[in-house]
Antibody
Framework: EVQLVQSGAEVKKPGESLKIFCKGSGYTFISYWIGWVRQMPGKGLEWMAMIYPGDSDTRYSPSFQGQVTISADKSISTAFLQWNSLKASDTAIYYC????????????WGQGTLVTVSS | QSALTQPASVSGSPGQSITISCTGTSSDIGTFNYVSWYQQHPDKAPKLIIYDVTNRPSGVSNRFSGSKSGNTASLTISGLQAEDEADYSCSSFTSSSTLTFGGGTKLTVL
């Protein structure tokens, strides 16, 4: 059974850094793109980025390029999303998403990580 | 890349059929047959219900179907049931080798 288990909720202050993670299991981690999707409070889904753990190739949405960094450690089947300086507007639920069909659809989702940025 | 365009809300009565549209451009929906649809109940993670325009993952009801014409994809739900009340979002592969989502549509079962 494919499972994506994400790190727990975070409360941070503006300007702080943060790294959240997503551990995959039940499939060959290095063979599928894995990425992140943002959902701001009461809003729709926004695709952020994905990484192919097999060779660390990455793709970013233009909206998020330079704002976050995606990475993966294939030795522990875990993907990460990192911010260097959080803003209040980063407050959202972040879903980990396994991408199937060579990155063309999301077939499995993590449970979501709520990130709250407030002074 | 811009988000795909969906209606904010649709509604229907039990047993009826509804259709949700998802409009993109020639850089996404118009070029690629990689449109997916997701169902999201309140406070839950999304769930894939349609991929590659028309395909249903194993376990998804055949009351859900997808289609595409030009730059617009559509999701049809037939025989509406109370449990179908949820948010529905589309996604498409893009010419930048990324994904883009629609803004989501809230389905109300009257």
């Amino acid at each position: 059974e494919v499972q994506l288990v994400q790190s727990g909720a975070e409360v941070k202050k503006p300007g702080e850094s943060l790294k959240i993670f997503c551990k995959g299991s039940g499939y060959t981690f290095i063979s599928y793109w894995i990425g992140w999707v943002r959902q701001m409070p009461g809003k729709g889904l926004e695709w952020m980025a994905m990484i192919y753990p097999g060779d660390s190739d990455t793709r970013y949405s233009p909206s998020f390029q330079g704002q976050v960094t995606i990475s993966a450690d294939k030795s522990i089947s875990t993907a990460f999303l990192q911010w260097n300086s959080l803003k209040a507007s980063d407050t959202a639920i972040y879903y980990c998403a396994r991408h199937a069909s060579l990155g063309r659809t999301v077939d499995y989702w993590g449970q979501g990580t709520l990130v709250t940025v407030s002074s | 890349q811009s988000a795909l365009t969906q209606p904010a809300s649709v509604s229907g009565s039990p047993g009826q059929s509804i259709t949700i549209s998802c409009t993109g451009t020639s850089s996404d929906i118009g070029t690629f047959n990689y449109v997916s649809w997701y169902q999201q109940h309140p406070d839950k993670a999304p769930k894939l219900i349609i991929y590659d325009v028309t395909n249903r993952p194993s376990g998804v009801s055949n009351r859900f179907s997808g289609s595409k014409s030009g730059n617009t994809a559509s999701l049809t739900i037939s025989g509406l049931q109370a449990e179908d009340e949820a948010d529905y979002s589309c996604s498409s592969f893009t010419s930048s080798s990324t994904l883009t989502f629609g803004g989501g549509t809230k389905l109300t079962v009257l």
